[in-house]
Each structure stands twice: as C-alpha cells, then as structure tokens.
Nanobody, 121 residues
Framework: QVQVVESGGGPVQAGGSLKLSCAVSGYNLSSCGMGWYRQAPGKERELVSV???????VYIDSVTGRFTISLDNAKNILYLQMDSLKTVDTALYYC???????????????WGQGTQVTVSS
C-alpha cells in the first residue's frame, strides 16, 4: 500500500521560493516517470513537471526556467524547487506517477493530501 506525504508548501510573496517534497513509501519513485501536478481553485488538475527514469525533465511552458524537479533515489523523495513564484502558481500541489506508470503498487486515482502553495502579490 503506497503512502504519500507532500510537504513544503505555504504562503509566499510573489518572487519568492519554495521547495516541495514528496515522500513515498511502498513505491519506488525511480522505477518509472514521476510528476508534480497542481490544481488551482475552480480549475482541473494539471501536470506541471515530469522526471523520467533517466532523469530527463519536462516542464509546462508557464514554469519553465522557474521550477526544477528532482529525485533523491536513496531517500525515495521527489522534489520541486519553485523560484520566482507568481500568483498564478497558487494551487494545491500533488506528486504522482505519470499516466503510463500506474501499477498495482500505485493505482490510478490515488492521490496524497497535497501541499498548498499560496502566492500573494
């Protein structure tokens, strides 16, 4: 049974930084692609960034150059360094496998509690 704990969110002023963490047990984060997702009020959840098994990374245009995804294989923790934050980054942030990487260990539709990021102007 996978257990996921996202942390590191909080209130921050525009231009500030936060580093999110996603600590996971019961699933090997380096076994397949992992992503950070976010859901803003009134909007659908969106995939923000992905890291694959070869440490290649992908970002949506709106966060490219500001966010950095990384994985600590030894600790089995996924990170998202967020710099130059903007008010539009305000959302509940989650980690989860990318769509093709769900398995019996981490089934599609399972989400942690998320960590709230609130950016004020």
């Amino acid at each position: 049974q996978v257990q996921v704990v996202e942390s590191g969110g909080g209130p921050v002023q525009a231009g500030g930084s936060l580093k999110l963490s996603c600590a996971v047990s019961g699933y090997n984060l380096s076994s397949c692609g992992m992503g950070w997702y976010r859901q803003a009020p009134g909007k659908e959840r969106e995939l923000v960034s992905v890291i694959d098994v070869d440490d290649r990374t992908v970002y949506i245009d709106s966060v490219t150059g500001r966010f950095t995804i990384s994985l600590d294989n030894a600790k089995n923790i996924l990170y998202l360094q967020m710099d130059s934050l903007k008010t539009v980054d305000t959302a509940l942030y989650y980690c989860a496998p990318v769509r093709d990487c769900y398995s019996d260990s981490w089934r599609s539709g399972y989400w942690g509690q998320g960590t709230q990021v609130t950016v004020s102007s």
